[in-house]
T-cell receptor, first 111, second 114 residues
Framework: DQQVKQNSPSLSVQEGRISILNCDYT??????FLWYKKYPAEGPTFLIS?????DKNEDGRFTVFLNKSAKHLSLHIVPSQPGDSAVYFC??????????FGTGTRLKVLA | ETGVTQTPRHLVMGMTNKKSLKCEQH?????MYWYKQSAKKPLELMFV???????ENNSVPSRFSPECPNSSHLFLHLHTLQPEDSALYLC?????????????FGDGTRLSIL
């Protein structure tokens, strides 16, 4: 049973618009969440994190929102750029090094 | 020098071969990890080392044998692999194996078993 789900395998967005990537989880014990970006033939690159004591964390064009009651996490990228085209993974843990990863969403930003 | 370096990037081997994957991190971290990523599946944690001591073996078959000679280097020794072991093997590191911190990944070794 997948504890972390990314239900959209792919997403296309026009350059300059907002990209919203979603992630749902089932384990209420998860207290730390990460987003990674992965280009082809490269390893995942850490983007942004959020702990369960917050509901929002922002870093430049990237903002992560956490809705604990809905067990839902989202990553907003604004404005989207063609270089943002990649696969995005969310991951969650409950106070340990054991991260549970989603299967990823492929984002394509159209010029 | 990139943070986490994995070699080789690609490896093709027969089921009776013995080979090793190498990982080196230049981040001063104390925890290192091996993950497996199969097609269409999430990353699966295989092994964890913290300060050179193995702290996790996630029910990995004995045909995979990890080695961590120091906090900067991690190896995965392979022997008598099966076709279903074909996957991307990723190494990662973090400051230590405590929670609440990101793990930094290498670019992986794409392994194909003939």
């Amino acid at each position: 049973d997948q504890q972390v789900k990314q239900n959209s395998p792919s997403l296309s967005v026009q350059e300059g618009r907002i990209s919203i990537l979603n992630c749902d989880y089932t384990n209420s014990m998860f207290d730390y969440f990460l987003w990674y970006k992965k280009y082809p033939a490269e390893g995942p690159t850490f983007l942004i994190s959020i702990s369960s004591i917050k509901d929002k964390n922002e870093d430049g064009r990237f903002t992560v929102f956490l809705n604990k009651s809905a067990k839902h996490l989202s990553l907003h990228i604004v404005p989207s750029q063609p270089g943002d085209s990649a696969v995005y993974f969310c991951a969650a843990s409950s106070g340990t090094y054991k991260y549970i990863f989603g299967t990823g969403t492929r984002l394509k930003v159209l010029a | 020098e990139t943070g986490v370096t994995q070699t080789p990037r690609h490896l093709v081997m027969g089921m009776t071969n013995k080979k090793s994957l190498k990982c080196e991190q230049h981040l001063g971290h104390n925890a290192m990890y091996w993950y497996k990523q199969s097609a269409k599946k999430p990353l699966e944690l295989m092994f964890v080392y913290n300060f050179k001591e193995q702290t996790e073996n996630n029910s990995v078959p004995s045909r995979f044998s990890p080695e961590c000679p120091n906090s900067s280097h991690l190896f995965l020794h392979l022997h008598t692999l099966q076709p279903e072991d074909s996957a991307l093997y990723l190494c990662a590191s973090s400051q230590d194996s405590g929670g609440g911190q990101p793990q930094h990944f290498g670019d992986g070794t794409r392994l194909s078993i003939l």
